[in-house]
């Protein structure tokens, strides 16, 4: 069995991720009514364990949706399904670990009363890993102009939800221009954030990143360098509210996800930024690195 296999756990079952799991009644399937989290190990341990954990729980009060256990009992399901996974594929390197969690199936209808029970489903792959070319050279980068993002007052997007077709359809329409992702705009004109990333520029030698406000995605890996990373490492980061027009002034732009961290931008539509091995985004990466190193460091209770 190759690594393109994909290990998964529906609600304690261990199988195939291509093997059916749950209801075509799952309220997940039907309208999107789901709240998800994913992890990534470095050196074999479960990174930002409690941080992924508390918005999880945050995104579940947002949608009213209880859950069922605890984060013990499912930390052991993580580890049964990251030992099944490894005993199909033997593979050995850093994984993604995905808990998709819904509010259960029933009758058909929008009505949550209507919800019998939640349910969860694990998935677990290999990390995926930025190639050292882009890493190199950078990510190119697009504006979408047919999707905005959602405004905080709607569908937040600092909930962590099923509900991802905003940033499905803007993705799309930067592929088909060639990029490898999306910048996304609020119904203001300012720039939020990536698909799945949030986004870092720097101007003047300080780290800016967009505020919550703007309407993204609480980033964990954006949050321990804001509040940690960037200023041990000597950076000024902080929050600030950039448009598109403000890309002509900004020296370089990266990416930041928790699977991938940080990840150098070279170009947004016309306006380019530089890549290079001492950038301010390097110098970030490099401590984040150390930061990891630290973590591994001081949860062996976290290893899988």
């Not at 069922?68 to 399901?77: A, H, I, K, Q, Y």
């Not at 029970?117 to 047919?146: H, I, N, Y």
């Not at 709607?154 to 499905?168: D, H, Q, R």
């Amino acid at each position: 069995m190759s690594v393109s296999f994909i290990q998964a756990n529906t609600n304690g079952r261990l199988h195939g991720a291509h093997e059916p799991s749950i209801s075509p009644l799952n309220r997940g399937f039907l309208y999107g009514d789901a709240i998800y989290e994913v992890w990534r190990t470095y050196r074999g341990v479960i990174f930002a364990w409690e941080e992924h954990w508390r918005r999880l729980e945050e995104s579940a009060r947002a949608l009213h949706l209880d859950l069922l256990f605890t984060r013990g009992p499912m930390l052991e399901e993580i580890r049964r399904t990251i030992a099944a996974f490894r005993a199909a594929t033997n593979f050995t390197g850093e994984l993604y670990i995905r808990l998709q969690i819904t509010r259960g199936s029933g009758a058909i209808g929008l009505d949550t009363a209507l919800a019998e029970r939640a349910d969860f489903v694990l998935l677990v792959q290999p990390c995926p890993e930025l190639t050292v070319a882009k890493m190199t050279t950078g990510l190119t980068l697009s504006v979408a102009t047919t999707v905005r993002r959602n405004s905080i007052e709607s569908l937040s997007p600092a909930w962590k939800t099923g509900n991802y077709l905003n940033n499905v359809l803007a993705l799309r329409e930067a592929r088909s221009r060639g990029a490898d992702e999306v910048v996304i705009l609020n119904l203001a004109g300012e720039i939020t954030e990536a698909a799945v990333s949030n986004i870092g520029f720097v101007r003047d030698g300080i780290v800016l990143t967009p505020p919550v406000s703007a309407g993204i995605l609480c980033g964990i890996t954006r949050g321990l360098l804001l509040d940690k990373i960037a200023a041990e490492a000597g950076v000024t980061m902080r929050e600030e509210t950039v448009r598109p027009e403000d890309l002509a002034g900004i020296e370089e732009c990266f990416l930041i996800s928790t699977t991938k961290d940080v990840m150098p931008v070279a170009a947004i539509d016309a306006a380019r930024f530089r890549v290079y091995p001492e950038s301010v985004a390097m110098r970030l990466k490099a401590a984040f690195g150390n930061y990891v190193t630290e973590y591994v460091r001081d949860h062996p209770e976290l290893k899988v």
